[in-house]
């Protein structure tokens, strides 16, 4: 489902803004009056790529603080022309925002928001079709690729222009040539050496260029050298061709008209139509790259498309339908559309093999060429070429393997068919096969004009309509004509692959230039351009945006006529710049200069002033170049030439020539629905439904703002929570240490560890879901993590006994306090590092709590393991006679209710061997010691305690 792309949201600060930064690292502080902004520099906020974007912010002040996705960036941005310019990187991908922050406060200034896509795409252009890798061989040898064709890093190698004119590869040993060429760039002559970069971008193999030396430092945002001028030519190929594969060529970017001035050049597979005949992917693509130059070189001035052919062609639909990719259209021997134009594919298909059957021998050429419009009879051959693309057996380039394709045996290969490689815009039948927007030639009179004005005959005119037949949906001639979808044509329409120029040709100027090769066969006929004129006056009611050349087809000229339409067009788009910018129609009416006009050149190069007047057979210019037509023009098709599926009426026999009644009868037979009426509109036609359409997912994915709960301190648990609204939503994870990555924390919960003491810790929670766009939000920052250990008791919880708490490590500066507790009740007043256990104690566990308080952290407390249950335990005292022979006994006097007890004695404080019941006898190894005892006492559940008796017996 088509849908517009996501509206670009740069706030200051507002009642507005709130809401959106609610749940950003930063508190939302109170609002003010917008000040700083917030612009991307390398595209549309809504289609950033590869996870980075330039990114400018103005009106900040210095120490403001610059957040990307949660992650602080600030130190990427440097000052230039203004303003605080930086790459930002890391961008997760879908929805997230970026935001300027006032360092002491906190108060959000600005907040855009970045919609990232993946680098390999898609941005728009919907649901992936399979690709055919050709970036790790020849041409382009960038080495091994992944599933989606994509090599991790750019190959840059550098060529020089030899002052005879050619580009030849400079030399890796660090010398330079003796025939390098220079060139001047906005004055200044450098050398004319080009840095070429090739790497993948959208699966699609890209290529930049841009004069640069080797050995110095790389073309960077605010230094880009001074070869580069401010502005970017992009490139396109021709021809069409059903993709799936990556293709072996580019646009070209060794350019000399656009090198030789100082331009970046830059172009990729995907925009040659031959490899990629899909002008949203095309679109996309020349996007994604355009970024990458931006990323690379810095703000670009503005963007001159080039290309002939589809080239053109690819211009025209990027120009009108995602307008701001280029902003002016260099185009040479082009057509407005592909849809439109391959109708006369299909139209000569038909045509041709009816004359080469036996019921079409006997026609003249004049008579053919009378049916066809054109000049020869072998253009209608070239335009045979057309119509594979809407052939599943022919549409398939070679690089996709056989096996692979579609076949009547093989019906669940590849369809290599325009509708089934675009079918993200013009949808599925109930067999999955893209809808198909043509061929369709129901109602269609070939040679209508031929027959009223007498070059062919009634009996051939009927002849050729009965017997023409059409083309089945798997490629087959069929006897019945073509008839295509009116959904799939209604979408043509709607989503601009059938360019009415209403978009953004609106306002983009557009110099086109045709060699005139008419006679010649070529299927580039003076009539395309007559065709653009027209859609351009049907549009707007003039063309002030459109100025169209002709020349005859002599290459030195054309060279000429392309150098002089690109100094008008620089012109051109440089009084657009001064006067304000692109995207207003009277602008680029008004900037237009005044000597720009239509015209053509005779063979001499005289220009001859002339307003494009297709009517006119009689003016300079058309005696020159006489205009011709095609088969379903001569049909009755009127110039503006978009009938893919004409309207129809019922025959009126007063409009023919004299029929018979047979032929009459005939003709009624092969129309049977009616024939073209040509002054309705065609079916299927629909306004254009706007621009920068989406063919994929455009519904955001709903997601809360995440909150953190658990102790900020080092070994304790940090616990993400969120919920999602969305179907089938799934959350991911990304932990923040001071707006920076903590890698490997990726799950719900997180535990700091001793290198983040002091570091405050947000999470940021990503939604996604199958049909959504990915949005991440980040949590408030905790307070900066502590340091706690748990403290420990030293010391045996005995009455009389002294008990410390030894704390450990604690976040330096941290002031600690005490509070100890007896059985989980706290003691009152014992709130220092030490406790005397007290009588009132015995039986209780004792424990230490431990508080830590430092500004900017979270107070944290932090309470040991409870010792065992205080003792009650005193020293043993020993009676008896002090003689040898005499018993003495040891008495353990107060201790806990129910202790348990054993002896030692000691002979002046050393064990006596076997001495270990309560009494002992004195013996003749006594006599002159003295005699003490150690009692130690047991319970369950209370510390072992051993006392000594603190008087003995002196033994005589």
């Known amino acids: 489902m088509n849908r517009f792309r996501r509206n670009v949201l740069a706030l200051g600060v507002s009642a507005a803004a709130g809401a959106l930064i609610a749940g950003l690292l930063v508190p939302v502080a109170a609002a003010a009056a917008p000040r700083v902004s917030i612009d991307v520099l390398s595209g549309r906020a809504d289609s950033v790529t590869g996870g980075d974007a330039l990114i400018a912010v103005a009106g900040a002040k210095p120490d403001d603080r610059i957040f990307a996705a949660g992650v602080e960036v600030t130190d990427a941005f440097q000052p230039l022309d203004g303003a605080r310019v930086g790459l930002v990187d890391g961008l997760p991908i879908g929805v997230s925002e970026i935001q300027v922050v006032r360092k002491h406060g906190g108060k959000v200034q600005a907040s855009i928001e970045i919609e990232n896509h993946p680098v390999t795409g898609p941005v728009f252009s919907g649901p992936q079709h399979p690709m055919y890798c050709t970036a790790s061989a020849a041409p382009w040898n960038l080495g091994a690729v992944d599933e989606d064709c994509h090599v991790a890093v750019p190959v840059v190698t550098y060529r020089y222009r030899t002052t005879a004119g050619q580009f030849a590869d400079y030399p890796v040993d660090g010398s330079t040539p003796g025939n390098l060429a220079t060139t001047t760039v906005d004055g200044a002559t450098v050398p004319y050496i080009v840095r070429i970069e090739r790497g993948t971008i959208n699966r699609a193999v890209y290529e930049t260029a841009v004069l640069h030396a080797p050995g110095t430092a790389d073309p960077t945002p605010g230094a880009a050298g001074p070869g580069w001028n401010g502005k970017l030519a992009y490139t396109f190929g021709g021809a069409c061709g059903v993709g799936y594969w990556q293709g072996t060529s580019t646009g070209g970017v060794q350019n000399d008209l656009f090198l030789s001035r100082g331009y970046a050049v830059a172009s990729a597979t995907l925009n040659v139509y031959a490899q990629n005949c899909n002008d949203v992917t095309s679109a996309e693509t020349a996007m994604m790259v355009k970024e990458h130059v931006i990323e690379q070189l810095g703000r670009v001035e503005y963007t001159i498309g080039s290309g002939g052919s589809a080239g053109t062609m690819q211009q025209l639909l990027l120009s009108n339908n995602y307008p701001g990719i280029i902003d002016g259209v260099l185009g040479e021997i082009g057509y407005p559309d592909e849809r439109s134009t391959t109708i006369g594919g299909h139209d000569c298909r038909g045509l041709l093999n009816y004359w080469n059957s036996p019921a079409g021998a006997g026609w003249t050429d004049a008579q053919k060429v009378a049916v066809t419009g054109h000049a020869v009879p072998g253009t209608c051959f070239g335009f045979t070429f057309f119509d594979g693309v809407d052939d599943p057996n022919r549409g398939c380039a070679a690089a996709i393997p056989v096996a692979d394709r579609w076949s009547p045996t093989n019906p669940d290969g590849l369809r290599c068919t325009i509708a089934d490689m675009v079918k993200n815009v013009y949808g599925t039948d109930a067999e999955g096969r893209g809808l198909r927007v043509e061929p369709d030639n129901v109602g269609v009179q070939y040679g209508w004009n031929a027959l009223q004005s007498g070059a062919i005959t009634a009996e051939q005119f009927v002849s050729l309509n009965e017997r023409i ?488």
Not at 492 to 497: H, I
Not at 543 to 569: F, P, S
Request: net charge negative; glycine share 10%; proline share 6%.
């Open 469 to 956: 037949g059409g083309m089945g949906i798997d490629g087959n001639r069929t006897v019945e004509r073509s008839e295509a979808s009116i959904e799939a044509i209604e979408r043509a329409y709607a989503t601009g692959r059938v360019n009415m120029m209403t978009g953004g040709l609106g306002w983009t100027p557009v110099i086109e230039i045709r060699n005139y090769t008419d006679p010649t066969g070529d299927f580039h006929e003076r009539y395309r351009s007559a065709i653009i004129r027209e859609r351009m006056l049907a549009a707007y009611g003039d063309a002030g945006t459109h100025v169209n050349w002709t020349g005859a087809n002599i290459g030195a000229n054309t060279n000429q006529m392309r150098v002089q339409a690109l100094d008008k067009l620089e012109q051109w788009l440089d009084a657009i710049q001064a006067a304000g910018g692109p995207e207003d129609r009277a602008r680029t009416i008004a900037a237009r200069p005044a000597d720009l006009t239509d015209g053509c050149f005779d063979s001499q190069m005289a220009f001859i002033e002339e307003t494009l007047d297709y009517d006119d057979p009689t003016s300079t210019c058309n005696t020159l170049y006489p205009y011709h037509s095609q088969p379903r023009a001569e049909a009755g098709m009127p110039l503006i030439a978009d009938g893919l599926k004409c309207q129809l009426t019922e025959p009126a026999r007063t409009d023919y020539p004299e029929l018979s009644d047979a032929q009459w009868a005939r003709l009624l037979a092969t129309f049977p629905a009616g024939v073209c009426d040509w002054d309705e509109r065609p079916q299927g036609y629909a306004e254009l439904e706007g621009t920068w359409l989406d063919f994929g997912d455009t519904d955001p994915a709903d997601v809360s703002i995440p909150k953190i709960t658990g102790s900020a301190r080092v070994g304790s648990p940090l616990t993400a929570s969120a919920a999602s609204s969305t179907a089938g939503a799934t959350l991911s994870y990304q932990w923040l240490a001071d707006a920076a990555v903590i890698d490997g924390a990726t799950g719900a919960t997180f535990t700091p560890g001793i290198e983040l003491v002091g570091a405050t810790i947000s999470v940021r929670v990503t939604a996604a879901a199958e049909g959504f766009v990915a949005v991440s939000r980040v949590s408030g920052g905790t307070a900066r993590v502590a340091l706690a250990t748990v403290p420990v008791i030293e010391g045996a919880p005995v009455v009389g006994a002294r008990l410390k708490a030894v704390t450990g490590d604690w976040t330096p500066g941290a002031r600690l306090t005490y509070q100890w507790f007896a059985d989980g009740k706290p003691l009152r007043g014992e709130t220092k590092a030490t406790l005397q256990v007290r009588a009132t104690m015995i039986g209780d566990r004792i424990a230490v709590q431990v508080t830590g308080s430092l500004r900017g952290y979270q107070t944290v407390s932090s309470t040991s393991e409870p010792t065992l249950k205080a003792a009650l335990a005193t020293p043993p005292l020993v009676i008896g006679s002090p003689v040898v022979g005499a018993k003495l006994i040891a008495l353990p006097l107060l201790w806990t209710p129910g202790t348990s007890f054993t002896y030692q004695w000691l002979r002046d404080g050393e064990p006596i061997a076997a001495a270990t019941e309560q009494t002992y006898r004195l013996t003749r190894d006594d006599r002159r010691t003295e005699i003490t005892v150690a009692v130690t006492g047991t319970k369950e559940g209370y510390p072992s305690v051993t006392l000594e008796s603190r008087h003995g017996v002196k033994v005589r």
